[in-house]
């Protein structure tokens, strides 16, 4: 019985190899210059993915600054407050923070 088994599990690693051969030799998809282009320019290299998450690991502030130019550079930049999500409408953000520092 445990023959059966270990000859079914070979056999099915060995088909599933042929499977995934034969998926890598069929020719990919033609693609036109300006489409690669765009993928090229869109998607990030391994590289600078790399750097970029060692940099969020070491640099605190590093990540803040990577965040804003993502955002910057998918256009939704600083658009949160033009929806209204700032400070309370009437005060001042400086004023506030001016009379903590003359309570403390």
Do not use: H
């Not at 940099?55 to 929806?83: F, H, W």
């Amino acid at each position: 019985m445990s023959d059966c088994i270990g000859l079914s599990v070979i056999l099915l690693c060995v088909a599933c190899g042929f499977f995934g051969l034969a998926r890598l030799s069929r020719p990919r998809a033609e693609i036109s210059i300006e489409e690669y282009e765009k993928r090229v320019r869109e998607s990030p290299s391994l590289l600078s993915a790399g750097i970029t998450g060692l940099q969020k690991i070491l640099e605190p502030g590093a990540r803040q600054s990577i965040e804003a130019q993502e955002e910057l550079r998918e256009g939704r930049y600083n658009k949160g407050q033009a929806v209204g999500d700032g400070d309370e409408a009437g005060t001042d953000s400086n004023s506030a923070s001016a009379d903590d520092k003359k309570d403390a």
